[in-house]
């Protein structure tokens, strides 16, 4: 819903407005949990809905009687040896069901038993807390049902590790001009490759003459780049002092504000037209539901114009933003994190050939090239040799990964 311009210079501010809003949405969600956490201290119910067993009376967890001894039937049949599956069959077959009127399946067993609240206990952070939901069952059978049910899970499988192909949708084949997709694969003795392959290639979908390239060191490249033209700090300050002039051009021109005040003025007229009716006798039950939507609309309306001036009249400030796109750049680029959000911010398009790597900034036209060839390859090996394992410096040019042979 922005209205930020599709160019280069829209792209980072977009990444910048991501970032803010972010920080707001953390602060949020402090103020947040400083309410919960005074509520949990007092004992009282927090919202949400009731779970099956309890009811709420005056802001409090009171036990339900007749839920409660469903769920102490539950626990003590399935310390006993009775499966969920049968459990669930044996209460849908009595025709019990959830607060919402459904049977309780045997997901919901299962829910029901790893639940902590019946057991009288609560975690909120790195609290637990005890004064908030009655115990219904005792620690004697709640342990018991914990130890069977660890006991009946499958051993975990081998998870598939999972890794960031951080190029993935900006990376595209030079001699095709299609993606490139992150792939993985295993050699005869078990080691695992992770690489970048051209798509249209893979699919057979055109006779690509692009090799395959080691997923590592491209990415390398690609960051080192990157994190080099930031070095210089006349660029950053370009970068924040032309995101700063075009937010406050297009916060000035903002035309959501006026949308929402034309809604506003058009829910304020009808809702004066249905005062007027009822002032001349004309009433119904019809409008007075309609003349609470009104106000309801209306006030949500003056919610939404507040907010929107806000966001619009609080103009970024160039030493703001520049602190802001520091912070990006600044850190260890070894850690994913960080390189996530260098690419995500700055870079906009990545173009490999067989020779040569471009990539497009989003804060320029011009390309940047990184030529691939026997004199770069023989500099980056001397270079790595002379890399040392605890390197800490943060914001330092960290030198790439030893490229693939030239095989």
Not at 7 to 21: D, Q, R, T, V
Not at 30 to 58: C, P
Not at 247 to 258: A, D, L, P, R, V
Request: glycine share 6%; net charge positive; charged share 30%.
């Amino acid at each position: 819903m922005e209205n930020i311009p599709d160019s280069p210079e829209g792209i980072i501010l977009e990444s910048l407005l991501e970032g803010m809003n972010q920080y707001y949405s953390a602060e949020l969600s402090q103020k947040v949990h400083r309410g919960l956490n005074e509520s949990y201290r007092k004992g009282q119910y927090t919202g949400g809905a009731v779970i099956y067993g309890y009811d709420v009376v005056d802001k409090k967890n009171v036990i339900n009687p007749e839920e409660a001894e469903i769920i102490k039937e539950i626990f003590t049949k399935y310390s006993q040896g009775y499966t969920a599956t049968a459990l669930a069959k044996d209460l849908q077959a009595r025709g019990i069901r959830t607060k919402k009127g459904k049977y309780i399946t045997d997901k919901q067993i299962y829910k029901i038993l790893a639940n902590t609240k019946y057991n009288g206990k609560i975690r909120h952070g790195d609290t637990v807390y005890d004064n908030i939901y009655p115990k219904i069952i005792d620690d004697v059978t709640w342990q018991k049902v914990q130890d069977i049910h660890g006991e009946n899970k499958h051993a975990p499988g081998r998870k598939k590790e999972i890794f960031d192909f951080i190029l993935s949708g900006k990376l595209y084949c030079g001699d095709c001009h299609r993606l490139m997709v992150g792939e993985s694969g295993t050699s005869k003795l078990g080691r695992i490759y992770y690489y970048y392959s051209c798509l249209a290639k893979r699919r057979k979908q055109h006779p690509c003459k692009l090799k395959s390239v080691d997923k590592q060191w491209l990415e390398d490249i690609v960051i080192n780049s990157t994190w080099t033209l930031l070095a210089d700090k006349s660029i950053v300050r370009y970068i924040a002092e032309t995101l700063c002039k075009m937010h406050e051009e297009e916060s000035k021109k903002n035309t959501k504000i006026k949308s929402l005040e034309a809604q506003r003025q058009n829910a304020l007229k009808a809702s004066n037209n249905l005062i007027s009716a009822i002032e001349q006798g004309i009433i119904t039950e019809q409008t007075k539901i309609r003349l609470k939507e009104l106000e309801a609309k209306i006030a949500g309306l003056d919610f939404d114009i507040e907010q929107e001036k806000q966001r619009c009249y609080t103009f970024l400030d160039a030493d703001k933003i520049e602190s802001y796109l520091n912070s990006v750049i600044c850190g260890d680029i070894q850690e994913m994190p960080v390189r996530k959000l260098i690419v995500k911010t700055f870079v906009r398009e990545v173009i490999l050939d067989n020779d040569s790597v471009t990539i497009t900034y989003n804060f320029t036209e011009t390309p940047t090239k990184y030529k691939i060839t026997p004199e770069t390859l023989q500099q980056i090996k001397r270079q790595s040799v002379k890399k040392t394992a605890n390197n800490k410096t943060l914001c330092s040019n960290k030198l790439p990964s030893l490229p693939p042979s030239e095989t």
